[in-house]
C-alpha cells in the first residue's frame, strides 16, 4: 500500500497501481501455493530446517547384518565387539 503511495507522486496513477501489482503479484502467489495440502510457508520452513538447522551426519550408527552374512557368518557379539 505505501508503495502506491510513493509511486503515485512521481508516476501518475496508472504507473503506481502497475507497480504496486508487479510487487503484489508473487506474494499473492506464494499465499496461494500449496503442496500435499501444506502451504508454502511451511514448505519454507521444512526447507530451512533440513538444510540449515538440522545436523548433516546423523548420529547413530546402524548395523549391517547383510555385510556380516556375506563375510562368513560372524557372529553378531564379535562384530560389535570390534567396533568398540
Known amino acids: 500500500m505505501p508503495l502506491f503511495f510513493v509511486l503515485r507522486d512521481s508516476g ?3 504507473a503506481a ?3 504496486m501489482m508487479a510487487v503484489m503479484l ?3 502467489f506464494l499465499g496461494m501455493y500449496e503442496k500435499n495440502g ?3 510457508e511451511k514448505l519454507l520452513s ?3 530446517q533440513s538444510r540449515f538447522l538440522r545436523p548433516k ?3 547413530y550408527k546402524t548395523n549391517n547384518y547383510y555385510a556380516i552374512l556375506m563375510k562368513g557368518g560372524m557372529t553378531h557379539d564379535s562384530v560389535l565387539e ?3
Open 46 to 48: 521444512y526447507y530451512v
Open 82 to 84: 570390534k567396533d568398540r
Open 57 to 59: 551426519i546423523r548420529p
Open 12 to 14: 501518475g496513477n496508472t
Open 38 to 40: 501444506q502451504p508454502m
Open 26 to 28: 508473487p506474494v499473492f
Open 17 to 19: 497501481t502497475l507497480g
